[in-house]
């Protein structure tokens, strides 16, 4: 069963800073994955995916994310982090294929502070 | 377009009773879903569809019903609503299993 796993429950950065939220999946062959992004009271906004091609993938907001299938990750970086960008952070395995595509299956998430 | 349309945002339930939760897209998406977020635990998927007349079960499905007669229209509902499904949830939907998916902006429901 595909699953993920997000190592850092809170993390907390200076504004400037640089920021990677790490992200590890189980999932038994390429998978499609995701970063979301939700603002406290909102929705989930998509910020970023990686299905094929190009390991390292380019989303909204200045962030970017690496593919690594000999480490199944894909973390989430960003080189200078604004205040703008706390929230909290939801990395998401879906299915290529098999019988449960379709299904997208999200980490615990990551809640980013940043420090004036 | 309007997206992906939850209604209502807000809502409380007695022990026992049931409810739909509607959602709706206007987007000719075939990937339609349904998820409870709770602190501290993400978003856990209760049911799926990849069409109209075709569903599947995700993590928590007990407590849950959905069908999909329409490829707009995927109602989510709550037989005999329970304190342990206070949550917000979440539907959502996709053209594609690479696109991901966009996301309603929840309903909030409280059972007393």
Partial sequence: ?116 | NAGVTQTPKFQVLKTGQSMTLQCAQDMNHEYMSWYRQDPGMGLRLIHYSVGAGITDQGEVPNGYNVSRSTTEDFPLRLLSAAPSQTSVYFCASSYRSGFGYTFGSGTRLTVV
């Fill in chain 1, 1 to 116: 069963a595909q699953s993920v796993t997000q190592p850092d429950i809170h993390i907390t950065v200076s504004e400037g800073a640089s920021l990677e939220l790490r992200c590890n999946y189980s999932y038994g062959a390429t998978p499609y994955l995701f970063w979301y992004v939700q603002s406290p009271g909102q929705g989930l906004q998509l910020l970023l995916k990686y299905f094929s091609g190009d390991t390292l993938v380019q989303g909204i907001k200045g962030f970017e994310a690496e593919f690594k299938r000999s480490q199944s990750s894909f973390n989430l970086r960003k080189p200078s982090v604004h205040w703008s960008d706390a929230a909290e952070y939801f990395c998401a395995v879906g299915n290529a294929g098999g019988t449960s595509y379709g299904k997208l299956t999200f980490g615990q998430g990551t809640i980013l502070t940043v420090h004036p």
